[in-house]
């Protein structure tokens, strides 16, 4: 180990002015329960303080047009390298991103296909831009290059032809006023309104649908007896035009969601759904054309490469190549570049992907180590790399493949600092920082920083309990031993979904079942299928609402009844009639969203507020106790809690708003109390603070309850849903559901619900799931982790293999 990184006084978050000293040249584990603040030091302070320096050497006019970084709020750092981290979150990955774009992988294939490949006679040479769909000159002319095309339809624009138009027949209209003043276009050109659709005349209805003319006319709006409507120019746009520019213009994914919905979805015409034009798709190597090649899993393409590159060694020898052999050695160039590159993703256990997969397609865990493959590949050294959780997602089995990478990035000349939870990853690290010993307020301290031994001595670490032994199930079953006894069956015959085909299997109820496999084996792909084929037969389907993803291009719409491939039939008692799934993706997009909000409990609080005297007397109804709203938010900030102050040539900065210092609401708001709190002060309580504060208003001790339970009692009640991890925004989905004692059955679906957790809240987390069966639902979730197999009531296990080699059930037993 050669020197220290030596932190000094990191106060960031919740850290307690905290001083460590971390060996350089190694593999250092940062632990602690989650929201300890192991990432406040590994990202926000070590990173962080990397990135301010690196922004202090930019000229200050440059420095404006750099993304802000976060103030370590450290009082030194010494002996710090430059830094790469490497964080769970999608970054940068689009809707046109791919795993071929992310590892930059695709950029060499490309350049193999137009330098090497086979050109039909007479075909000019292509540059590796027309190989991409990316480029206007490889983009399919039909498509833009992603391979489906939306066309509006009488049918998709207009679900139920009985209705008027008046009564909304033309579904893909804007609602509100815009809707409105299409309608009283139509009835002011002379159509009748009030008639239903299919009465219409063939020539009328296709004109209202699908008319490129935008006639303007003068409307005179129904009077309304409360105000005076006066006339106006009304400019008609055919619904047809009105889903084309929303799809096209539109920079809201929910708008362009909605407007899917309104069209029908088909492979493009123009390249059959092949992303590229005909002469790029023309070019072949290796008998396979480079959308073929893409398709492939990455562990068959290298092959492949491999087999070919050893045929170009045999037949032209491995020497400087003469004239005659000019293509052979740029073959071979190209060849050991996209090798190297392959076996890397090979050896990180993500061979069952393949290159043209979209990244909004591969979870956060495979997304982080598609980056690392990059990274190992870049030749870096005397750098640190924080990495989040590497080994999430990953199949006990390929984590040797994983800390040998990592320590081949040591071996290089560099640090690995690693955020982990997986306690088989610490055990075979160099060094361990364990956080804590609690969550929130309760954390932030330094319980050790040595070799693992140390760790094991250290009792005051919730971690250290975990390090020799990961599965505790009388944490999680109590003094149950033996699995529950389904109350029934749910028989799911013929789903098909992405790796899944044709797949049958017997669902056991009022029990929790853990589907497990290797990575790639279909698992969630199952749970897709469950989800649409369950769902299509029942009528309560729910998707816990969440921050939409950016919507992918090409796609038609949610998953539902129209996409379901299979059959369900059901045997004994207990069977669903709810489906619900729970994912980890955000739970809202603005610091606006917070914990209290999304549970719902602040209605609740609000309208206890609004019942006081004080709010009486001055006629202040609920929405006077919210921020979000014009009467209840602080003018000066409306509601932010901090204003902007621009500097000259400086990067802009923030500041607590000098009139409601932070408190972000109104100061009438702040003036009427509960119980002696303000509603500022209820939002700055944490949730086990608010469980005693709020006890008398039941809706919202439920909520309190719920999220205590499965370990958020550190979190405020004002945290910003966009300052949580996915971990944390998934159980606040569950809490949500929880605290709803709903009696019907239903069927829970979760994916890799232990992501990001300690194994202290992973405990906590599965003895709530278990409760779910205990009251009569059934809990079916993908994963890997040891508790959850070591505890579930019976156990799927998908496989044999990842991707083609995957989808089928390898067994299905109780455990």
């Given at each position: 180990m050669n020197g220290l990184i030596e932190v000094r006084g990191a106060r960031l978050h919740n850290l307690r002015d905290v001083d460590v000293d971390l060996p350089r040249d190694a593999l250092v584990a940062v632990t602690g329960v989650s929201g300890s603040g192991k990432s406040s030091l590994a990202f926000g302070?070590?990173?962080?303080?990397?990135?301010?320096?690196?922004?202090?050497?930019?000229?200050?006019?440059?420095?404006?047009?750099?993304?802000?970084?976060?103030?370590?709020?450290?009082?030194?750092?010494?002996?710090?390298?430059?830094?790469?981290?490497?964080e769970q979150g999608r970054g940068a990955a689009g809707a046109r991103s791919t795993v071929g774009t992310v590892t930059t992988t695709g950029s060499t294939l490309r350049m193999l296909w137009s330098r090497c490949g086979d050109y039909?006679?007479?075909?000019?040479?292509?540059?590796?831009?027309?190989?991409?769909?990316?480029?206007?000159?490889?983009?399919?002319?039909?498509?833009?290059?992603?391979?489906?095309?939306?066309?509006?339809?009488?049918?998709?624009?207009?679900?139920?032809?009985?209705?008027?138009?008046?009564?909304?027949?033309?579904?893909?209209?804007?609602?509100a006023w815009l809707g409105k003043n299409y309608r009283d276009i139509v009835a002011t050109l002379g159509h009748d309104i009030d008639a239903p659709w299919r009465e219409l005349s063939a020539e009328t209805r296709r004109w209202i649908l699908f008319t490129d003319e935008q006639p303007v006319v003068t409307v005179v709006p129904t009077r309304d007896a409360d105000r005076i409507n006066r006339p106006y120019q009304g400019t008609f746009s055919s619904a047809a035009r009105y889903v084309r520019r929303t799809l096209a213009e539109s920079r809201s994914a929910t708008a362009r969601r909605r407007m899917l919905r309104f069209v029908q979805t088909s492979p493009c015409p123009t390249c059959e759904g092949r992303r590229l034009r005909p002469d790029a798709l023309a070019v072949r190597w290796g008998g396979l054309a480079i959308d073929e090649a893409a398709a492939l899993p990455v562990e068959e393409l290298l092959r492949r490469l491999q087999e070919r590159r050893r045929r170009v060694d045999d037949e032209h020898g491995t020497g400087t190549a003469s004239t005659g052999q000019a293509a052979a050695q740029a073959e071979r160039v190209l060849l050991e570049d996209l090798v190297g590159r392959l076996e890397l993703l090979e050896d990180l256990g993500l061979g069952h992907l393949s290159l043209g997969r979209p990244a909004t397609g591969v979870s956060a865990g495979e997304l982080q180590r598609l980056r690392l493959a990059t990274a190992l590949r870049s030749g870096l050294f005397g750098v640190v790399y924080v990495l989040d959780e590497p080994s999430a997602g990953l199949h006990p089995r390929d984590v040797d493949q994983l800390v040998a990478l990592l320590r081949a990035l040591v071996e290089a000349g560099n640090t690995v600092v690693v955020v982990e939870h997986d306690m088989a990853v610490v055990r075979r690290c160099d060094w361990v920082v364990d956080v804590g010993p609690g969550a929130g307020r309760e954390g932030g301290e330094l319980l050790c920083s040595g070799p693992v031994s140390e760790l094991a001595a250290t009792t005051a670490s919730p971690t250290a309990a975990f390090l020799d032994e990961p599965v505790h199930p009388a944490l999680v079953l109590g003094e149950r031993t033996g699995p529950r006894p389904p109350t029934g069956t749910l028989a799911l015959r013929g789903l098909h979904?992405?790796?899944?085909?044709?797949?049958?299997?017997?669902?056991?109820?009022?029990?929790?079942?853990?589907?497990?496999?290797?990575?790639?084996?279909?698992?969630?792909?199952?749970?897709?299928?469950?989800?649409?084929?369950?769902?299509?037969?029942?009528?309560t389907v729910e998707d816990l609402p969440d921050a939409a993803d950016e919507e992918d291009e090409g796609q038609g719409g949610a998953p539902g009844a129209a996409g379901?491939?299979?059959?369900?039939?059901?045997?004994?008692?207990?069977?669903?009639?709810?489906?619900?799934?729970?994912?980890?993706?955000?739970?809202?997009?603005?610091?606006?969203?917070?914990?209290?909000?999304?549970?719902?409990?602040?209605?609740?609080?609000?309208?206890?507020?609004?019942?006081?005297?004080?709010?009486?007397?001055?006629?202040?109804?609920?929405?006077?106790?919210?921020?979000?709203?014009?009467?209840g938010q602080c003018p000066e900030c409306t509601g932010e809690g901090a204003v902007a102050i621009e500097l000259l040539f400086l990067p802009g900065a923030y500041a607590p708003c000098p009139r409601c210092r932070g408190a972000r609401f109104a100061e009438e708001s702040l003036a009427v109390t509960w119980h002696g709190h303000t509603v500022a002060d209820l939002l700055a309580m944490t949730v086990r603070e608010a469980r005693e504060a709020l006890d008398g208003i039941?809706?919202?001790?439920?909520?309190?309850?719920?999220?205590?339970?499965?370990?958020?009692?550190?979190?405020?009640?004002?945290?910003?849903?966009?300052e949580l991890s996915g971990g944390e925004a998934q159980r606040i989905k569950l809490a949500t559901e929880l605290q709803k004692q709903r009696r019907s059955a239903t069927l829970y679906l979760f994916d890799e619900p232990t992501t990001g957790l300690h194994p202290a809240d992973v405990h906590r987390l599965l003895a709530q799931l278990h409760a779910l069966a205990d009251g009569g639902h059934t809990v079916l979730l993908a994963e890997h982790d040891p508790v959850a197999v070591a505890t579930a009531d019976h156990l799927v296990e998908l496989g044999p293999g990842a991707g083609d080699a995957g989808g089928r059930v390898v067994s299905s037993a109780p455990r």
């Open positions: 302070t070590i990173h962080g303080e990397s990135q301010r320096r690196y922004l202090d050497s930019v000229a200050p006019y440059a420095r404006r047009l750099l993304h802000t970084a976060v103030d370590p709020q450290v009082r030194d750092v010494r002996g710090l390298p430059p830094t790469v981290a490497l039909p006679a007479g075909a000019p040479r292509l540059d590796s831009d027309h190989f991409s769909a990316n480029t206007a000159v490889g983009a399919c002319p039909g498509c833009g290059g992603v391979a489906v095309v939306h066309e509006p339809t009488e049918d998709s624009m207009v679900p139920d032809p009985s209705l008027s138009i008046a009564e909304g027949a033309i579904a893909a209209w804007p609602g979904r992405h790796t899944v085909r044709g797949l049958d299997l017997d669902l056991p109820l009022g029990v929790v079942t853990v589907v497990n496999g290797i990575s790639g084996s279909g698992k969630t792909s199952l749970l897709d299928a469950v989800h649409d084929v369950v769902g299509a037969r029942l009528a379901a491939l299979g059959q369900v039939g059901t045997s004994g008692t207990g069977a669903p009639r709810r489906v619900v799934r729970i994912t980890q993706r955000p739970i809202g997009r603005t610091p606006r969203s917070t914990l209290a909000t999304y549970t719902g409990l602040w209605d609740a609080v609000r309208k206890a507020f609004a019942a006081t005297p004080e709010a009486k007397a001055l006629r202040f109804g609920p929405g006077r106790f919210s921020f979000n709203t014009t009467a039941p809706p919202a001790a439920r909520a309190l309850a719920a999220l205590d339970a499965l370990g958020l009692g550190y979190l405020t009640l004002g945290q910003p849903a966009t």
